[in-house]
């Protein structure tokens, strides 16, 4: 098996490729151990001394580290409990996938509608070839709550990318939008 990594734009995060589906649908973001039950693979992962955070995508899986660790020393034990993972045959995660944005009902739901679909079709593509996901969490006067997982959880660019690009599309597109700001769950 062999398992490409890339950098993302969070130097404390590397985007891991296995070259097979790691998820059948969504995502799963494991922001620590405890939150890591239902996933045999990130279960593995936090097992590996120095890991903070999981997030799983559709063909790749996202690591982040914590600041006191170098990846030229953690990267090889990564791999390591990746590769044991896939050869166990264990499932990436146990029971339904986590899914994408939260619903909402009300008076918006037409508008909250049309943001689902421009961040389905332009933006979490490509916040996920990064490594990470952005997903809807609420919308309120104007303002869209989003919820950043994987790399982009505590990017140093995140602020930047919500501003300038997801904040400036969805006002090119909806009116109705003023402001976007993160959400932690």
Same mark, same amino acid.
């Given at each position: 098996?062999?398992?490409?990594?890339?950098?993302?734009?969070?130097?404390?995060?590397?985007?891991?490729?296995?070259?097979?589906d790691v998820m059948e649908?969504?995502?799963?973001?494991?922001?620590?151990?405890?939150?890591?039950?239902?996933?045999?693979?990130?279960?593995?992962?936090?097992s590996v001394q120095g890991?903070?955070?999981?997030?799983?995508?559709?063909?790749?899986?996202?690591?982040?580290?914590?600041?006191?660790?170098?990846?030229?020393?953690?990267?090889?034990?990564?791999?390591?409990?990746?590769?044991?993972?896939?050869?166990?045959?264990?499932?990436?995660?146990?029971?339904?996938?986590?899914?994408?944005? /939260?619903?909402?009902?009300?008076?918006?739901? =037409?508008?909250?509608?049309?943001?689902?679909?421009?961040?389905? *079709?332009? #933006? &979490? +593509?490509?916040?996920?070839?990064?490594?990470?996901?952005?997903?809807?969490?609420?919308?309120?006067?104007?303002?869209?709550?989003?919820?950043?997982?994987?790399?982009?959880?505590?990017?140093?660019?995140? /602020?930047?990318?919500?501003?300038?690009?997801? =904040?400036?599309?969805?006002?090119?597109?909806?009116?109705?939008? *003023?402001? #976007? &700001? +993160?959400?932690?769950?």
């Amino acid at each position: 098996m062999f398992i490409q990594t890339e950098s993302t734009p969070n130097p404390a995060t590397l985007k891991f490729i296995p070259g097979q589906d790691v998820m059948e649908v969504g995502t799963a973001d494991f922001p620590s151990a405890d939150t890591a039950g239902t996933s045999p693979l990130a279960t593995r992962l936090f097992s590996v001394q120095g890991v903070t955070g999981v997030f799983l995508g559709l063909d790749f899986i996202t690591v982040t580290k914590g600041d006191d660790l170098e990846w030229q020393h953690l990267k090889p034990e990564v791999l390591g409990a990746i590769m044991e993972h896939f050869q166990s045959g264990a499932p990436a995660i146990e029971g339904a996938a986590q899914s994408g944005h /939260t619903d909402h009902d009300g008076p918006d739901s =037409e508008i909250v509608g049309q943001i689902k679909e421009l961040l389905d *079709t332009r #933006v &979490r +593509p490509a916040v996920a070839q990064d490594g990470g996901d952005i997903t809807f969490h609420g919308f309120e006067r104007g303002v869209v709550y989003l919820h950043m997982k994987g790399a982009c959880a505590g990017c140093p660019s995140s /602020t930047l990318t919500l501003k300038m690009g997801i =904040e400036n599309l969805l006002r090119h597109f909806i009116p109705e939008v *003023t402001e #976007v &700001r +993160p959400v932690a769950v």
